[in-house]
């Protein structure tokens, strides 16, 4: 690892101050960072932590009704206290093993946009808005294919807002030696339609499988699920081939909307 | 260089780090507690495994910086002072829970992490906790033996060896 300088503000204000400086970098739960730094992939010149900062970590209820979550809230306290929205406390505490999940945070998930990650899937499928320092941001606009989202330079995610579905299930394909997703669905049933997000599946990264929206919008059950999308533009590699992952997003989706119908 | 501070088995420890420097660093060079182990220093194995405010944690995956101020447990910390192992490392010997011993420090530590917040998990508990702990050894058999019976149930539930 190059050195760089510390950092840990106790305000948003603070930390977006001190990102300000140049080649700075926020830092998560680190568990992902580190190892890139590890790697010599990022030289930040300074290394911001939002992990002193009270008024980016824990779970509300907003008064529209979704789900709040601070941007630095570890995933184990996602899985505990996102009771409200069973499916997405499931899937927090299905992220890699309990050590990885005290320090990783739901922010730095997003931030990062791994393509086999299990938040951004949760994120598209419910709609959510992600909160920043200066702007707020619609899911459908936020993820911009691998490791690419809306984020700016030293914008720090402060909170995501999920609106809370009527039914919802994420099915995750372990790839047991990374403990991320193969392949990951995740399916949500609002009022007003279905949103099903597809996550380690595409080389764009997570997306929503449209057609199965369709489908399902119109009758919620595993047989409506259409077969299985084209392997065009799938990820490939040692862990399965494009087809297999076409083929395990349809089963996947149907084992979803069984487990949430 | 920033000064930190922070209790590690109960005692107040200072030092001057780098940022770069991580815990693991930290206690096994500058504190020299070197039973917390590195395996792998990618978060894969849970080798360094140590409890940073009762929260089992990679240590080889969190900056020295970080847990400024934090109070740290280590394998260090399990035994009583004079040696006696706590419950959890006699049930590891009793039951063969290591060969090697290379990954015992973090599946003790991880162990006593899972039962202070489930002191009766099952079999198939204990294993999902397990999942970033990796032994080349003992086949996990042993060790899931050893945590059953640290948490005072019947071994013999468990499938034969
Ligand atoms: C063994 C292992 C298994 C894992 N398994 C899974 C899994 O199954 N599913 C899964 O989804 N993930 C998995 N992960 C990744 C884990 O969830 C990470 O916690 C996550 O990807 C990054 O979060 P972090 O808080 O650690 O961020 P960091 O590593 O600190 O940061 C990652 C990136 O995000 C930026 N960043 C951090 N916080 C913010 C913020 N609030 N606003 C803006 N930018 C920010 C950083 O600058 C950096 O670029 C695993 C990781 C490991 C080590
Ligand atoms: S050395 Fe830290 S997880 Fe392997
Ligand atoms: S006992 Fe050798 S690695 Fe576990």
């Given at each position: 690892?190059?050195?760089?300088?510390?950092?840990?503000?106790?305000?948003?204000?603070?930390?977006?101050?001190?990102?300000?400086?140049?080649?700075a970098?926020?830092?998560?739960?680190?568990?992902?960072?580190?190892?890139?730094?590890?790697?010599?992939?990022?030289?930040?010149?300074?290394?911001?932590?939002?992990?002193?900062?009270?008024?980016?970590?824990?779970?509300?209820?907003?008064?529209?009704?979704?789900?709040?979550?601070?941007?630095?809230?570890?995933?184990?306290?996602?899985?505990?206290?996102?009771?409200?929205y069973?499916?997405?406390?499931?899937?927090?505490?299905?992220?890699?093993d309990?050590?990885v999940?005290?320090?990783?945070?739901?922010g730095?998930?997003l931030?990062?946009?791994?393509p086999?990650?299990?938040?951004?899937?949760?994120?598209?499928?419910?709609?959510?808005?992600?909160?920043?320092?200066?702007?707020?941001?619609?899911?459908?606009?936020?993820?911009?294919?691998?490791?690419?989202?809306?984020?700016?330079?030293?914008?720090?995610?402060?909170?995501?807002?999920?609106?809370?579905?009527?039914?919802?299930?994420?099915?995750?394909?372990?790839?047991?030696?990374?403990?991320?997703a193969?392949?990951?669905?995740?399916?949500?049933?609002?009022?007003?339609?279905?949103?099903?997000?597809?996550?380690?599946?595409?080389?764009?990264g997570?997306?929503?499988?449209?057609?199965?929206?369709?489908?399902?919008?119109?009758?919620?059950?595993?047989?409506?699920?259409?077969?299985?999308?084209?392997?065009?533009?799938?990820?490939?590699?040692?862990?399965?081939?494009?087809e297999?992952?076409?083929?395990?997003?349809?089963?996947?989706?149907?084992?979803?909307?069984?487990?949430?119908? | 260089?920033?000064?930190?501070?922070?209790?590690?088995?109960?005692?107040?420890?200072?030092?001057?780090?780098?940022?770069?420097?991580?815990?693991?660093?930290?206690?096994?060079?500058?504190?020299?507690?070197?039973g917390?182990?590195?395996?792998?220093?990618?978060?894969?194995c849970?080798?360094?495994v140590?409890?940073?405010d009762?929260?089992a944690?990679?240590?080889?995956?969190?900056?020295?910086?970080?847990?400024?101020?934090a109070?740290?447990?280590?394998?260090?910390?399990?035994?009583?002072?004079?040696?006696?192992?706590?419950?959890?490392?006699?049930?590891?010997?009793?039951?063969?829970?290591?060969?090697?011993?290379?990954?015992t420090?973090?599946?003790?530590?991880?162990?006593?992490?899972?039962l202070?917040?489930?002191?009766?998990?099952?079999?198939?508990e204990?294993?999902?906790?397990?999942e970033?702990?990796?032994?080349?050894?003992?086949?996990?058999?042993?060790?899931?033996?050893?945590?059953?019976a640290?948490?005072?149930?019947?071994?013999?539930?468990?499938?034969?060896?």
């Amino acid at each position: 690892m190059y050195n760089f300088d510390f950092e840990k503000p106790s305000t948003v204000a603070d930390a977006v101050a001190a990102l300000g400086q140049e080649d700075a970098q926020a830092l998560g739960g680190g568990q992902t960072l580190i190892p890139t730094l590890k790697q010599r992939l990022a030289s930040p010149s300074k290394l911001v932590s939002l992990k002193g900062i009270p008024e980016m970590v824990g779970i509300c209820r907003g008064d529209d009704g979704a789900l709040c979550i601070g941007g630095a809230t570890p995933h184990v306290q996602v899985a505990a206290e996102a009771g409200d929205y069973p499916a997405l406390a499931a899937l927090a505490s299905h992220i890699g093993d309990p050590a990885v999940r005290n320090r990783g945070t739901i922010g730095g998930s997003l931030a990062n946009n791994d393509p086999a990650a299990c938040y951004p899937a949760a994120a598209l499928a419910s709609g959510a808005t992600i909160k920043t320092n200066s702007r707020e941001i619609a899911a459908d606009d936020y993820f911009q294919g691998m490791f690419t989202t809306a984020l700016e330079e030293g914008e720090i995610i402060t909170e995501v807002r999920f609106p809370v579905p009527e039914k919802a299930n994420y099915q995750k394909f372990v790839q047991p030696a990374s403990r991320f997703a193969l392949t990951g669905v995740f399916v949500a049933k609002y009022a007003d339609g279905v949103r099903v997000a597809v996550t380690g599946a595409s080389e764009e990264g997570v997306f929503r499988w449209t057609e199965a929206e369709a489908a399902l919008s119109s009758n919620f059950s595993a047989d409506a699920v259409p077969s299985a999308p084209s392997a065009d533009g799938m990820i490939g590699d040692i862990h399965g081939t494009p087809e297999y992952r076409a083929h395990l997003i349809a089963v996947l989706t149907k084992r979803a909307v069984a487990a949430a119908a | 260089m920033p000064d930190i501070k922070m209790k590690v088995n109960g005692v107040e420890r200072s030092g001057s780090v780098e940022g770069r420097d991580l815990l693991s660093s930290f206690l096994r060079d500058d504190l020299g507690l070197t039973g917390t182990h590195v395996g792998c220093d990618t978060s894969q194995c849970g080798a360094c495994v140590v409890h940073v405010d009762g929260e089992a944690v990679k240590s080889c995956t969190m900056l020295a910086a970080e847990a400024d101020g934090a109070e740290i447990v280590t394998i260090e910390g399990m035994a009583a002072p004079d040696g006696t192992l706590n419950t959890i490392q006699q049930a590891f010997q009793d039951h063969h829970g290591l060969q090697c011993g290379f990954c015992t420090p973090g599946m003790v530590m991880s162990a006593s992490a899972l039962l202070k917040e489930n002191p009766k998990p099952t079999e198939a508990e204990i294993r999902a906790y397990l999942e970033g702990n990796i032994c080349r050894c003992t086949g996990y058999h042993n060790i899931v033996k050893a945590i059953m019976a640290a948490s005072g149930q019947d071994v013999g539930a468990i499938a034969a060896e």
